[in-house]
């Protein structure tokens, strides 16, 4: 398996912290992809780190993130090069969270498919930029929170795009359910010099639906677990795992939710 551990705010690659082979390269912590592959990245006893992540030319790299730290304080750049796609699915799990996240379209049609579930405990803070700085690149950004009793999360997402680079697509989805008295944000801004490209959002911030919860009670499951059922699937639907990985996301929301 090809995991990637941040610990002790360090990277390391199975179990070195240098390596360099024809599929990736991880050095002070840099993690460059050479070739297609999956990789797990796993997050332990890690309070503040750094991490630029390189995908090289027409590599398509499928990346699986897990963070279930206490505080972390976290700044990621990404650098997507020509036709270069990189697909996220990432779960965290924590009480205070701060992370700044860039992502640097440099490459023709290259692409970013972020998936993001995350159960916020206490103070969560994102801050996204996605910079368009090539033609024909695409950011697709997905995330999805549930912010429990007196918890905050608060999401910036910039998507930029220069005159000049044209057919880009920015789209940005972001939805937090509050299960108490939360106060959180959703900040969605798109700066766009150019006219030919394809923009879209769409921010929500709620409770559980009322009516899917009506339908589970009506047939006779309790609350706890129709909230469970609901909880569950906000969570999983947007995330692309397999089943060792949805146990592992599992097991946390079973603590979540007794």
Known sequence: MNNILVINNKVKYLDNYNVDNDFICVRDNVITFKKDASYNIYYKDT??????????????????????????NSNIVYKLNDNAIVNVSKFYSSDVVKENIIFNL????????????????KDFKYDFVINHNNSGSISNIY?????????????????????????CLLNQDTK???????????????FI?????????ASIIGNINQEELFYLLIRGISYDEAMKLLIKGFILS?????????????????????
């Not at 440099?106 to 405990?121: A, H, P, Q, R, T």
């Open 193 to 201: 010099s150019e006219d030919m490209v394809d923009a879209r959002h």
């Open 106 to 121: 440099e490459g023709y049609m290259s692409k970013v498919n972020y998936n993001f579930s995350n159960i916020c405990k």
């Open 143 to 167: 995330n999805k929170t549930i912010c429990l009793d007196n918890a905050s999360c608060n999401y910036k997402i910039d998507s930029i795009v220069a005159n000049g680079n044209k057919n």
């Open 176 to 190: 937090i359910v509050n299960l108490g008295n939360n106060n959180s944000s959703i900040m969605p801004n798109m």
């Open 47 to 72: 309070l503040d780190i750094d991490i630029n992540i390189i995908a090289l030319d027409n590599v398509c790299v499928k990346l699986f993130i897990y963070m279930c730290e206490d505080k972390v």
């Open 238 to 258: 947007n995330l692309d795992v397999d089943m060792e990985k949805r146990s592992m996301i599992l097991e946390v929301i079973n603590n979540n939710w007794r």
